[in-house]
């Protein structure tokens, strides 16, 4: 059965629509956990727009499930982990203009750059996970570059219009899971996952984590983070 990493940047936006205290993310995270959360995920975007560097901080001393930081490969960025040493990172593309991250990093043609976010990940005992798309020319990357992990970016899956669109994308998904798969890294998928679209992804061989951050947060205005967690790792299990 995969595992949740619960995604808690959008309690930072409520904050940050204030540049108040409160909503913490560190409460979510907390709550989180305690509802069963396997993973607390986090972007330190470059703009800071939501998580903040005292986020990531705190979390780190506080967080018991693996921590897993998204970031640029920029070498700021990665200075940053490297000094609070996160579980796990995974390697997102950034623009700033963006309302969210759209696709998957290019790690075919950023590939001395995401080589050398990599070594210095490693040499710091930091687990290196890659958010791609389901291209086999990323894939062969991702293996050759040695990650231990790839994200499956399941963002088109989750915008498909329709449902031959849907089932098209969730083909193409399975055909990167396998990939990724034979080639011994661990899989996780993310981006766009909602109570209504999840299942299918879960259900994919060998899924080891999926990443969930805005749906769950949504929810968790309405019924509470504890709730709103229980109810997606049901969802995962079943
Ligand atoms: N995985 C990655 C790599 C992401 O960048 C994001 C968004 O920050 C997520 C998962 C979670 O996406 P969503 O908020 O749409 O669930």
Known sequence: MATLGVNIDHVATVRQARRTVEPDPVWAAAAAELAGADAITVHLREDRRHIQDRDLEVLRRTVQVKLNLESAIAPAMIDVACRVKPDQVTL???????????????????????????????????AVSLFLDAEARQIDAAVELGAD??????????????????????????????????????????????????????????????????????RAVFVGMAEAVREMKRLIAS
């Open 149 to 218: 992990a790839v994200e499956l970016h399941t963002g088109q899956y989750a915008n498909a219009a329709t449902e031959a669109a849907r089932h098209a994308e969730l083909v193409t998904l399975a055909r990167g899971a396998a990939m990724i798969r034979q080639a011994q890294l661990a899989l996780a998928a993310g981006h766009g996952l909602t109570y209504r679209n999840v299942v299918p992804v879960a259900r994919l061989e060998g899924m080891g984590e999926l990443n969930i951050g805005h749906s769950i947060v949504a």
């Open 92 to 126: 997102v593309p950034e623009k700033r203009e963006e309302v969210t991250t759209e696709g998957g990093l290019d790690v075919v043609t950023h590939h001395a750059a995401t080589a050398a976010a990599i070594d210095r990940l490693r040499a710091a005992g930091i």
